[in-house]
């Protein structure tokens, strides 16, 4: 598939990075000279220097041709003048990154459509669509459903003394728990896992089961179900404003910024919003703000070493659920490795929303998420394919990935050794960055 991609920002360098390893042909332009070298030169793609909001550049970059146009300049009319461009030279699905909720409401979308844009990309709402989740959801750092809740995958940090600390891998596959531990993240590393791997305290499991086994997850992992209702966000940012916006009445919100004119503007953009003006960095002006009466802390400031160290002090001062805007990729598993609950990336969330497209262009497969350096498909099983040829176990499968469940007939299940997949059924794989086309290959 042709992939080209208008703007090197961070967006647009980490999808570039991430689908260059899934051995695509991948373009990217952006007027950044020297950011393009460094691409150019570190992974397998194209660059082509220029303006992505230009006839000329556009139409020299051959544009017509793309199966897939994807605009993530850090400009919202960029991106649409981009992707209209883009479609009136004959791309054949366009895709562009936009800043405001208007692109997204539905009564507006034969225009965006007449504009030549196929799909819209909102990381702030992306993002706070997981905060939300996160917040429903205390005890799981991520969490996902498929098919209505028919599977679910979720993230959860095991503590000293949980029942799953020490564990073999084969003595859970042995129990009557209907668990499958699809990853490990440990310390910096993700483990796609074998029966003899051990599970230890303080690891991230990634862990597929059904709707009705939740109870038993929650036990299994040592975890507690804690209500949220009163919300404190440091930093009143897009994402902050959205995340209040999209949230409703569920949840009583307080906003904490240290800009005084932010604070005057945002009544009238959160009215059911109390407001404070101060540094929410300062221990002390938290206390005064009555944070010990908060049942979630929410730290989406622009900077991310300011995020993981005020999500710490929250919870040294009681909060049991804390969620961390993290955009530095870098610092991800670091954080991760903290005490601080969940960590957001608007990149991530993005690529994942884009990688969906991709794998859409076959209308049979899609693509639920993407981590910073994990990636997990759901791909039909086509008839004839080599993953119907055989019960899972003879299968020869790469070991830089796993499948973990499927849905078949209107039943989410798991998937263990004699499991046979058949044609038809929708399998959720857990792979490593880089693997997506090995897997790929065995469905097709």
């Given at each position: 598939?042709?992939?080209?991609?208008?703007?090197?920002g961070?967006?647009?360098?980490?999808?570039?990075?991430?689908?260059?390893?899934?051995?695509?042909?991948?373009?990217?332009?952006?007027?950044?000279t020297?950011?393009?070298?460094?691409?150019?030169?570190n992974?397998?793609?194209?660059?082509?220097?220029?303006?992505?909001?230009?006839?000329?550049?556009?139409?020299?970059?051959?544009?017509?041709?793309?199966?897939?146009?994807?605009?993530?300049?850090?400009?919202?009319?960029?991106?649409?003048v981009?992707?209209?461009?883009?479609?009136?030279?004959?791309?054949?699905k366009?895709?562009?990154?936009?800043?405001s909720?208007?692109?997204?409401?539905?009564?507006?979308?034969?225009?965006?459509?007449?504009?030549?844009?196929?799909?819209?990309?909102?990381?702030?709402?992306?993002?706070?669509?997981?905060?939300?989740?996160a917040?429903?959801?205390?005890?799981?750092?991520?969490?996902?459903?498929?098919?209505?809740?028919?599977?679910?995958l979720a993230?959860?940090?095991?503590?000293?003394?949980?029942?799953?600390?020490?564990?073999?891998?084969?003595?859970?596959a042995?129990?009557?728990?209907?668990?499958?531990?699809?990853?490990?993240?440990?310390?910096?590393?993700?483990?796609?896992?074998?029966?003899?791997?051990r599970?230890?305290?303080?690891?991230?499991?990634?862990?597929?089961?059904?709707?009705?086994?939740?109870?038993?997850?929650?036990?299994?992992?040592?975890?507690?179900?804690?209500?949220?209702?009163?919300?404190?966000?440091?930093?009143?940012?897009?994402?902050?404003?959205?995340?209040?916006?999209?949230?409703?009445?569920?949840?009583?919100?307080?906003?904490?910024?240290?800009?005084?004119?932010?604070?005057?503007?945002?009544?009238?953009?959160?009215p059911?919003?109390?407001?404070?003006?101060?540094?929410?960095?300062?221990?002390?002006?938290?206390?005064?703000?009555?944070?010990s009466e908060?049942?979630?802390?929410v730290?989406?400031?622009?900077?991310?070493?300011?995020?993981?160290?005020?999500?710490?002090?929250?919870?040294?001062?009681g909060?049991?659920?804390?969620?961390?805007?993290?955009?530095?990729?870098?610092?991800?598993?670091?954080?991760?490795?903290?005490?601080?609950?969940?960590?957001?990336?608007?990149?991530?969330?993005?690529?994942s929303?884009?990688?969906?497209?991709?794998?859409?262009?076959?209308?049979?497969?899609?693509?639920?998420?993407?981590?910073?350096?994990?990636?997990?498909?759901?791909?039909?099983?086509?008839?004839?394919?080599?993953?119907?040829?055989?019960p899972?176990?003879?299968?020869?499968?790469?070991?830089?990935?796993?499948?973990?469940?499927?849905?078949?007939?209107?039943?989410?299940?798991?998937?263990?050794?004699?499991?046979?997949?058949?044609p038809g059924?929708?399998?959720?794989?857990?792979?490593?960055?880089?693997?997506?086309?090995?897997?790929?290959?065995?469905?097709?």
């Open positions: 598939m042709r992939i080209v991609i208008a703007g090197a961070e967006v647009g360098s980490h999808l570039a990075k991430l689908l260059s390893a899934e051995e695509q042909d991948i373009l990217l332009i952006d007027d950044n020297d950011r393009l070298a460094v691409l150019d030169a992974y397998n793609l194209m660059t082509f220097p220029g303006n992505p909001t230009s006839f000329s550049t556009l139409r020299d970059a051959s544009v017509g041709n793309a199966d897939l146009f994807i605009a993530v300049t850090p400009y919202e009319a960029s991106n649409i981009a992707c209209s461009i883009a479609k009136t030279l004959g791309a054949k366009t895709v562009a990154r936009i800043d909720y208007d692109f997204m409401d539905p009564r507006n979308s034969d225009v965006v459509n007449s504009m030549g844009i196929d799909r819209v990309i909102y990381p702030e709402y992306l993002a706070a669509q997981e905060i939300i989740t917040l429903k959801r205390t005890w799981a750092r991520y969490w996902f459903e498929l098919h209505d809740g028919n599977l679910i993230g959860i940090k095991l503590r000293q003394g949980a029942p799953l600390a020490g564990m073999m891998l084969r003595d859970l042995y129990s009557n728990h209907e668990l499958h531990v699809s990853a490990i993240k440990r310390n910096h590393e993700t483990i796609i896992p074998r029966g003899d791997d599970i230890e305290a303080g690891d991230i499991l990634y862990i597929t089961t059904t709707r009705e086994r939740i109870p038993d997850l929650i036990t299994l992992t040592g975890k507690q179900e804690h209500k949220i209702k009163r919300v404190l966000i440091m930093g009143a940012s897009k994402m902050a404003i959205r995340l209040v916006r999209s949230a409703g009445n569920e949840f009583k919100f307080k906003i904490v910024d240290n800009d005084a004119e932010v604070c005057r503007q945002l009544p009238f953009k959160c059911d919003c109390e407001i404070i003006y101060g540094d929410g960095r300062d221990p002390e002006l938290l206390a005064d703000i009555g944070i908060m049942d979630a802390f730290a989406l400031t622009d900077s991310s070493e300011t995020n993981i160290f005020t999500c710490l002090t929250a919870k040294d001062m909060i049991k659920k804390t969620v961390a805007d993290v955009e530095n990729i870098q610092f991800i598993s670091q954080a991760e490795n903290l005490n601080i609950g969940t960590v957001v990336n608007k990149k991530l969330l993005a690529s929303s884009i990688f969906q497209l991709l794998l859409d262009a076959d209308s049979s497969t899609s693509k639920c998420l993407a981590l910073a350096d994990a990636e997990v498909a759901e791909l039909e099983a086509r008839e004839g394919s080599k993953i119907t040829k055989a899972v176990k003879d299968l020869s499968l790469p070991k830089e990935l796993t499948l973990a469940g499927l849905f078949r007939d209107g039943e989410g299940l798991l998937i263990n050794g004699n499991t046979h997949i058949r059924d929708r399998v959720l794989v857990f792979c490593l960055a880089g693997a997506l086309h090995k897997v790929e290959k065995l469905f097709s």
